[in-house]
């Protein structure tokens, strides 16, 4: 062992451990939210960017205080709401019902894969003037084109997720003699979880999408009708207003489904 | 009851994983298998379960298994399989469900199989809170509530350090001096071979037949550590392994 001289002096080990490990950060969110906002705001006001570009956030914000007041923004927000609500339902339970039924029957997987395969790319908006045609220009249209958007994403993340249920746990089950339904329902499903959640985020956000799009096709109320009146009007304060809206349908959905994952996956590491 | 392999064969596509078995498990006795990797203990196991089908021959079973017994056939496996979204207690539960017993019932025999593998105190806990030896007695625990005829144990302690797997080799000592129950013991462990059973099988590299069968007399309860008749017992059966483990390992580069 070399002698601790003056042309030796002890080191400390460099750390070199960091990182790749992410944190949860709730401020980092909202403060570039809230940084961006501040930097459109003096850019307007500046004159820096014209009226013409962007509107001023502090116009959009007192457009939405004007249209809560005037008892508008729920005459547009509730049709909204339902048609998300029922058609995403309707989707999302379809999707994971034959999603786990791919996972669970081969026959079923071999048939029907494909067939998802070759419908998920279809925009189903150029599919509107179809859904008009089957089901009436009327709400059944909207729960349609939203249920067959969101049925997609919702199939595919669920097989998956039954394809990385841990097989050894299907195997503890069989071997305790547990019936099939018991596996489906106490195994199965429970370890599916997780993934059907994340899909879930995915075919939410699309389901919003699908709703704006087929509000814009037709439809008195609604946030897409608001919006499309807006664009058609060239009134950029209410257009952002409507997209302000939007954004803030979907984190709260994010957050919803959050909520969710942290009741019913609490067991995870 | 008993069990009787019969000539069983088994095969993977064109690989022959096991041949000619015929194999004795007498009722009240712990039979140990041992054998190099890749010879097919786990398949064994598996076949004998039920939980595949041997290629030839037949695993019967000689008398009824006891009335009370809700699964006769029951696995303890390495990996603990252990259900995370369930607390220790769910876990019992979860084998118990399908039965049609009552709950009273149901809460007698977890209080019970809690009490014999000492896990009372973390009955609500959740399997990413223990330890891995606690994980395993909660996997044993779990068999025992099914009251099983045979336990089928694949490797059950490999998962542990060996601190942890002396302490649960004494529990499982305790448990059968306490109750004896039949156990088909898979190891790749001598001593805990010596330690634990009654017959000790050698099975040879693939395809793995049976080499020899070693008896030991020596009530499990005065197996101590250091015992120096379970020595040369230990010493006997590495003298067989030895070629076949080195074999195996060839094998295995070559492949
Ligand atoms: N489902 C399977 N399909 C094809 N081959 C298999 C299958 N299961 C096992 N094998 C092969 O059969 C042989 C025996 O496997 P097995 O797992 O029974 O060995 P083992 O004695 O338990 O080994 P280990 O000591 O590593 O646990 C191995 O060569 C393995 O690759
Ligand atoms: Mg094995």
């Known amino acids: 062992m070399p002698e601790i001289s003056q042309e030796n002096p002890p080191k400390t080990v460099l750390f070199r451990g960091g990182g790749f490990a992410p944190r949860p950060n709730r401020w980092a969110g909202a403060a570039l939210f809230i940084a961006l906002i ?72 071999a048939g029907l894969v494909p067939l998802v395969a070759a419908i998920f790319p279809i925009p189903k908006i150029a599919l509107l003037p179809l859904f008009v045609i089957w089901f009436g220009i009327d709400e059944t249209s909207k729960y349609a084109l939203i249920a067959f958007g969101t049925f997609t994403p919702t199939v595919v993340a669920t097989y998956g997720a039954v394809d990385n249920v841990d097989r050894s746990l299907i195997r ?16 199965v499903l429970p370890g599916a979880m997780p993934g059907i959640l994340s899909g879930l985020r995915i075919s939410l956000a699309i389901a919003i999408i699908l ?49 969710l994952e942290k009741w019913l996956l609490g067991w995870r590491t | 009851m008993n069990l009787q392999l019969k000539k069983i064969g088994h095969r993977y596509g064109a690989t022959d994983v096991l041949q000619d078995i015929d194999l004795d498990i007498p009722a009240g006795k712990i039979v140990c298998i041992v054998g190099p990797s890749g010879c097919g203990k786990s398949t064994l196991l598996r076949l004998i379960g039920g ?13 009824d298994p006891p009335g009370d017994s809700l699964n006769p056939l029951t696995y303890v496996f390495q990996d603990f399989a252990l259900l995370p979204w369930r607390s220790v207690e769910g876990n019992i539960r979860l084998v118990l469900e399908d039965h049609g017993i009552t709950n009273r019932e149901t809460e007698v025999i977890i209080s019970d199989v809690l009490t014999r593998t000492k896990l009372t105190d973390f009955r609500q806990a959740l399997p990413k809170q223990l ?37 649960l080799m004494d529990d499982l000592v305790n448990l059968w001096t306490r109750e004896a129950f039949t ?23 693939r395809p793995g037949c049976i080499r020899e069968v070693v008896d030991i007399d020596i009530p499990l309860a005065e197996r101590t550590l250091g015992h120096p ?13 030895r070629d076949e483990a080195m074999a195996a390992d060839q094998e295995l580069v070559n492949a």
């Open chain 1, 38 to 109: 501040a930097l459109l705001e003096m850019g307007t006001r500046s004159g820096f960017i014209t009226p013409l570009t962007l509107p001023r956030p502090s116009d959009v914000l007192s457009t939405f205080i004007d249209l809560w007041n005037s008892g508008l923004l729920w005459k547009h927000l509730v049709p909204s709401f339902s048609r998300l609500l029922i058609g995403a339902t309707i989707g999302a339970s379809f999707g994971i019902g034959i999603g786990i039924l791919i996972g669970l029957f081969s026959l079923l997987r």
């Open chain 1, 172 to 187: 503890m089950g069989q071997s305790f003699s547990l019936s099939w339904f018991s596996i489906v329902r106490k195994i």
């Open chain 1, 211 to 259: 709703l704006v799009a087929a509000e814009m096709l037709g439809a008195e109320y609604g946030i897409g009708a608001y919006i499309l009146e807006a664009g058609s009007l060239y009134n950029l304060e209410r257009l952002f207003t409507g997209v302000a809206i939007l954004s803030l349908l979907g984190l709260g959905m994010s957050a919803a489904i959050g909520l």
């Open chain 2, 51 to 63: 939980l595949e089908r041997p290629s030839t021959g037949q695993v019967v079973q000689i008398g």
């Open chain 2, 131 to 167: 330890s891995g030896g606690m994980k395993q007695r909660v996997a044993i625990a779990r068999a025992l509530a099914v009251k099983p005829a045979v336990m089928l144990m694949d490797e059950p302690l490999s998962a542990l350090d060996s601190q942890t797997r002396e302490l």
């Open chain 2, 183 to 205: 156990a088909v013991y898979v190891t790749h462990n001598l001593n805990e071979a010596v330690r634990l059973g009654h017959a000790v099988v050698v099975l040879s590299r």
């Open chain 2, 229 to 241: 008749d379970l020595e040369r017992q230990q010493q006997h059966l590495w003298n067989l392994m």
